[in-house]
């Protein structure tokens, strides 16, 4: 990131409207993910519930609340959304503690306590943990970039301290894999932000005998690198799921089966609604369908990234490239796993997975990016109550350097 340039040098005092190409293609990605729970689910569904729209459903009522927290990241003036940002996160971690307490909590899968009792689904307070990680990463990085000159380096300590809290607490709700994705959201913040990595060294030195030790105490989770590891040996056991998800997608060749009673490979597959959705979409759409999956997402990721760079403000700049890059590799994770080219996680597909955590705080995401979209220099002052002149003005002299490598006027 040390060419890119997150303070733009012309000016932004124009109003600017929202990223109509990015707000498309959230709506196409959201669309073929319904499109896809739809297709794959509904045969599961109509199995375990007596009814085949059963997931479909359930994901889109959740979608009705993720878009709800979409317009409200959208509209919502950046600077009274900083405002919220203590509240907010105290809020998350509040909801992570009570995975904890029992008759709230839900457990399933090995004893993991990921969960909170919802009335219509459970809800899964990590998921929200990685849009706020970013939200105060962000924040924080805003203001260790506002240094005078000549002073001493700001500690990074504040933010260390958080990051470590965030995985640390996934790690006892027994979500390994989300726990360690939270830390490399943590470190992209931390270099998108050029701060001294140094302070996450001893940090970092001190995580890899523990992500060892957390592997091999999880009986689980071992079997998940032996099974990767030695894929013929656990084909019936632990490499099932990927198993099919492979004939699945090997199934749908160039132009694939179709939707219907074609999809032959996918049925066989526990859970499909979950994250291993995308091997139905491989299958009923075939290598022609994954490409266009993966030039939307790529487009996608083209557009966020392209706003964070355009955007005036550092701290909408910083969680925009956070929230985009969430989405983004979350994504080429979840492909992996189902490919078999990664081991077995618990990380879905975003706008695909059901799952109502993911899919609101995706579109949670999806709409705090569409607010940076539309962030101008007015924007940055507006708790000033100064004029437009006094605040690009003020603007111009800010210490860009940490950016560009040139000093403000």
Same mark, same amino acid.
């Given at each position: ?16 409207? @929202? ?10 990605? /959201?669309?073929?993910? %319904? ?9 599961? +569904? ?7 729209f ?8 959740a ?49 993991a306590?990921? /969960? ?8 899964q $307070? ?5 849009? %706020? ?13 506002r ?28 979500? *390994? ?8 959201? +943590?470190?992209?913040?931390f ?7 140094m302070w ?8 890899? #005998? ?7 105490? !999880? ?13 013929? !040996?656990f @084909? ?7 198993? /099919? ?8 060749? *160039? /132009?694939?089966?179709?939707?219907? &009673? ?12 979950? &994250?291993?959705? *995308? ?33 005036p403000?550092? *701290? ?13 590799v ?8 189902? @490919? ?7 990380? #879905?597909? $975003?706008?695909? @997975? ?50 560009? +490598?040139?000093?403000?006027?």
């Open positions: 990131m040390a060419d890119y340039n997150f303070v733009p040098e012309r000016s932004s005092v124009i109003y600017r409207k @929202s990223d109509t190409s990015f707000i498309i293609s959230v709506i196409l990605m /959201w669309g073929i993910g %319904m499109f896809t729970l739809l297709v794959c689910s509904s045969n599961y +569904g109509k199995a375990t519930h007596d009814n085949a059963y997931f479909f459903n359930r994901q889109l009522i979608s009705g609340v993720g878009f709800v927290g979409l317009l409200f990241f959208a509209i919502c003036p950046l600077n009274k959304l900083r405002k919220m940002l203590p509240v907010m996160c105290l809020m998350t971690i509040v909801l992570c503690l009570m995975v904890f307490v029992p008759g709230i909590r839900y457990e399933r899968n090995d004893g306590h990921r /969960w909170i009792k919802m009335p219509v689904f459970t809800f $307070p990590s998921e929200v943990l990685k849009l %706020m990680i970013i939200l105060f990463l962000a924040n924080f990085f805003d203001k260790y970039c240094k005078e000159d000549g002073a001493e380096d700001k500690t990074v300590s504040p933010a260390v301290v958080a990051l470590v809290l965030s995985v640390s607490i996934v790690i006892f709700q027994k979500d *390994f894999s989300t726990s360690i994705f939270i830390l490399c959201l +943590g470190l992209i913040m270099y998108i932000a050029k701060a001294k990595m996450l060294l001893p940090f970092c030195v001190l995580a890899i #005998p523990a992500i060892i030790l957390a592997v091999l105490t !999880e009986q689980y989770r071992v079997n998940r690198i032996a099974a990767y590891i030695n894929p013929n !040996e @084909s019936q056991t632990f490499n099932f799921q990927v198993n /099919w998800s492979k004939r699945a997608i090997t199934a749908g060749g *160039f /132009w694939g089966q179709g939707i219907g &009673d074609g999809l032959k490979k996918l049925n066989n597959i526990p859970e499909i609604q979950s &994250d291993y959705i *995308f091997a139905g979409w491989a299958e009923a759409m075939g290598l022609i369908g994954v490409i266009a999956y993966l030039v939307l997402l790529i487009m996608f990721t083209y557009k966020a990234v392209r706003i964070a760079l355009k955007c403000d550092r *701290f909408a700049a910083f969680a925009t490239f956070g929230c985009a890059a969430a989405i983004f979350q994504s080429m994770i979840n492909i992996g796993v189902v @490919s078999g080219i990664l081991p077995s996680t618990g990380i #879905p597909l $975003p706008f695909f @997975s059901c799952g109502g955590s993911s899919i609101i705080v995706t579109l949670c995401m999806c709409g705090f990016i569409i607010n940076a979209s539309k962030c101008d220099s007015d924007t940055l002052y507006s708790e000033k109550s100064a004029s437009q002149d006094s605040s690009l003005k003020d603007y111009e002299n800010l210490d860009v350097s940490f950016f560009t +490598g040139r000093k403000g006027k």
